[in-house]
């Protein structure tokens, strides 16, 4: 085999962190043992149960354990709340800075060979890139951006509670509506994808009757 074989180019992530960036799709021993002749950032994804021995001999390192949590429609519990509201086209600026330092869970804020800024500004332009496309609502408290809620169909990608009103239990007031919402446009199932360290999030979702499934380790490795 010979470089790249196995890999995928992830060009979002090497126009923020500056160097080349891939996915290590087919983790097979000769795939890894060619990386070292190839400076860069690679990461691997396996299932929790598999043999990390060969990751560990070729320089991979443990960064985030990956959750999905789903539900049916009529799983969603219901928290209403007269107070909360939905805006469909949320201001993009308000959205960014709303967001802007908070996912600190991931696998990028918690890998020591990256930059936290950098970190910081690849989920920046995430954020940017759904308001773009009109797949974020703004949710409101009393008239006021209280979190930002992205999506894609019937996946919840990136969302977040405003850093003033987080740790005071209106999460499952503004996400139950949000769901809500996604169920209006007629999808049978919503899914996510969270890190199984942000318990604020996993507790959040148990208690809208969302199940859990298909966990995932992610290793990375820096070649310099
Ligand atoms: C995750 C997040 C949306 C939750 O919102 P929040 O306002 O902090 O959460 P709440 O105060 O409503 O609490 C949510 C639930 O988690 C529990 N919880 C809150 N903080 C917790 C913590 N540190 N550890 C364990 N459980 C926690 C609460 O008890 C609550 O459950 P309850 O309503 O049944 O009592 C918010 O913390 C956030 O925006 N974090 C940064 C961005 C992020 O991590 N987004 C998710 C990944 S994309």
């Known amino acids: 085999m010979s470089f790249p074989d196995g890999l995928l180019a992830t060009p979002w992530d090497q126009t923020v962190f500056g160097f080349p960036t891939w996915e290590v799709v087919s983790p097979e021993e000769e795939v890894l043992v060619g990386l070292s002749a190839h400076p860069g950032h690679y990461t691997i994804k396996v299932d929790p149960l598999a043999s990390t021995e060969m990751l560990h001999r070729h320089g991979f390192y ?27 086209a949320p201001d993009k600026g308000a959205v960014l ?19 936290p800024l950098l970190a910081d500004l690849r989920y920046d ?11 974020v609502f703004g949710l409101t408290f009393a008239d006021d951006l209280a979190a930002f809620f992205g999506f894609r169909g019937n996946k919840i990608v990136l969302h977040a509670v405003a850093e003033h009103f987080q740790g005071k239990g209106l999460a499952k007031y503004l996400w139950s509506k949000a769901c809500a919402e996604l169920f ?22 148990a208690s809208l009757g969302f199940r859990f499934r ?5 290793y990375h490795r820096m070649v310099r």
């Open 62 to 88: 443990y960064c985030d354990t990956l959750i999905e949590p789903f539900a049916a429609r009529e799983r969603l519990v219901m928290f209403a709340h007269d107070q909360v509201g939905v805006d469909f």
């Open 184 to 205: 209006g446009r007629g999808h049978g199932e919503l899914s996510s994808s969270v890190s199984a360290s942000n318990l604020a999030i996993v507790n959040l979702y």
């Open 125 to 135: 332009q995430w954020v940017a890139q759904l308001c773009d496309e009109g797949n």
């Open 214 to 218: 298909r966990p995932i380790d992610l």
């Open 97 to 115: 800075k709303l967001s802007h330092g908070a996912f600190h869970h991931g696998r990028f804020h918690r890998d020591f060979n990256l930059d």
